[in-house]
């Protein structure tokens, strides 16, 4: 979804809640309510990560101002919407991580067997499935998932879904003659820059406007210097940026850092049929420098 598209959405609302520790974050500031979240050393809890690992948080300093607990936030709604006794067995952090546990049985994600925070504390993290008769030696092990060869399907076995290679589903044309690319531009960068935009030590290690890589051809074709004030222009709109000549660019490409919110300006909004994972890699889009 473009930035455009979701503003337009935005606007549709009659009344926007926006939860979140930043008052500062764009979506914040369009919010007609902000509940102000405490972060992580703020608040007591658990959280998993990508490793499947769930580990505990210990609240380490007390929140500032109005914020509050993801966990007490969700109470205080649910008493202001008059259906706090549906959360009555939510006494504590730990009481709704009891709550998960049960709701987890029989799933591939069960974790029964972890029999409450100071098993989690002592193990330093324990990955999921961790039921109830876990036959592993420790929790403390690092566990790949299907090591026993079977997969979640009836018969067991893994299924793999494949295609033949497919076009791109925006090629370039006479209108829009050059590729657009979309990627990492520094280890500096993260995203859309919400937190790492926020930072003085990181916002000088990378260049404070977006900018565009092009081939050396084709910025000869166009009279393009480095630096030059340029606009690229999609299907989805248009925007200017700063031209940066290289030739790490092959011919009739470009290259954008996904990072500044002009290159979501552009990018053809395709999504992976499967997964449903967004593809934003590449677009076509012409060029045309500003006098």
Not at 36 to 41: D, F, K
Not at 43 to 64: H, Y
Not at 75 to 96: D, K, N, T
Not at 191 to 209: A, F, I, N, W
């Amino acid at each position: 979804m473009q930035r455009a598209e979701f503003n337009q959405l935005l606007d549709k609302l009659d009344f926007l809640v926006v939860q979140d520790m930043y008052h500062s974050t764009e979506t914040a500031q369009r919010a007609d309510l902000v509940l102000p979240a405490a972060g992580w050393g703020e608040k007591d809890g658990t959280f998993i990560n990508s490793e499947r690992r769930i580990g505990l948080v210990k609240k380490v300093a007390r929140a500032p101002g109005q914020a509050l607990s993801d966990f007490n936030i969700l109470r205080l709604i649910s008493h202001y919407w008059g259906c706090g006794e549906m959360f009555a067995r939510w006494s504590s952090p730990e009481a709704v991580f009891e709550l998960l546990k049960q709701i987890s049985s029989d799933r591939p994600c069960d974790i029964r067997g972890i029999r409450d925070y100071a098993m989690i504390d002592r193990c330093g993290g324990i990955q999921w499935p961790w039921p109830e008769n876990a036959e592993v030696k420790s929790p403390v092990q690092e566990r790949r998932l299907f090591e026993d060869g079977l997969y979640y399907h009836a018969d067991g076995r893994a299924k793999f879904l494949f295609e033949e290679p497919r076009e791109l589903p925006e090629q370039p044309d006479a209108a829009f003659p050059l590729l657009l690319l979309t990627g990492r531009g520094t280890s500096s960068q993260w995203h859309t820059q919400t937190r790492t935009g926020k930072s003085d030590v990181l916002r000088q290690l990378y260049p404070e406007e977006a900018y565009v890589e092009i081939n050396p051809a084709d910025a000869a074709a166009l009279t393009i210097y480095d630096w030059d004030r340029v606009q690229v222009s999609s299907r989805r709109g248009a925007v200017l940026v700063s031209a940066v000549v290289t030739s790490t660019v092959q011919p009739g490409q470009l290259f954008m850092p996904m990072h500044y919110a002009e290159t979501n300006e552009l990018t053809f909004p395709a999504f992976d049929k499967y997964s449903r994972q967004p593809s934003y890699k590449a677009c076509a889009v012409k060029l045309e420098k500003q006098i």
